[in-house]
């Protein structure tokens, strides 16, 4: 699975939109980008998926870059509750679950 | 709706002792999986189950068995616990077909001494 990068950590302002960026330049034509957040001592939650195109769910939206080497997760009104730490994984979406977890981005939603 | 339910939520273990952390969902997925967070760090994968009676290894096995006899239980044996495997570990679970996200359990934390 091709490798990410995201930010080590950022703050965003609580009511704001807050704007995840996550680069992954060896992604593969088969390869879709996950995100997941992981609040303070909890299990991770699933957020939203993509191929290619953009998606929206009821959490957040996923921009994918036309060339896919990076994407970005919108939350479009941030609150405290979202402060936590985000990953962004890309892995091939033939039912193999298996995710690769890096450091993730630390997000904190300031008030 | 349960989800994935993880018992029990702590423990507490003596070197060279032995358990089986516990972990059932009602959601009929078929892959199943376990993973470790140390601190600071992101999820390990130990073991995996693409079905029932099929598990595989994944990024750090050592010291731990897994077993699938049935679609919802997922059980993961520590053998002969080290301070090593001290750790929060996790359960998931997911549809193995749709490529979708996949739903965590909210961790047992285990500390060995």
């Not at chain 2, 570990?89 to 909210?106: H, L, P, R, V, W």
Request: charged share 15%.
């Amino acid at each position: 699975d091709a490798k990410t990068t995201q930010p080590t950590s950022m703050d965003c302002a609580e009511g704001r939109a807050a704007n995840l960026p996550c680069n992954h330049s060896t992604i593969s034509g088969n390869e879709y980008v996950y995100w997941y957040r992981q609040i303070h001592s909890q299990g991770p939650q699933y957020i939203i998926h993509g191929l290619k195109n953009n998606e929206t769910n009821e959490m957040a939206s996923l921009i994918i870059t036309e060339d896919r080497k990076s994407s970005t997760l919108i939350l479009p009104h941030a609150t405290l509750r979202d402060t936590a730490v985000y990953y962004c994984i890309v892995r091939v979406g033939d039912g193999n679950n298996r995710l690769a977890f890096g450091k993730g981005n630390q997000v904190v939603v300031i008030p | 709706n349960a989800g994935v339910t993880q018992t029990p939520k702590f423990q507490v273990l003596k070197t060279g002792q032995s358990m089986t952390l516990q972990c059932a969902q009602d959601m009929n997925h078929e892959y199943m999986s376990w993973y470790r967070q140390d601190p600071g760090m992101g999820l390990r994968l130990i073991h995996y189950s693409v079905g029932a009676g099929i598990t595989d290894q994944g990024e750090v096995p050592n010291g731990y068995n897994v077993s699938r006899s049935t679609t919802e239980d997922f059980p993961l044996r520590l053998l002969s616990a080290a301070p090593s495997q001290t750790s929060v570990y996790f359960c998931a679970s997911g549809q193995a077909e749709d490529g979708g996200g996949a739903f965590f359990g909210q961790g047992t934390r285990l500390t060995v001494v």
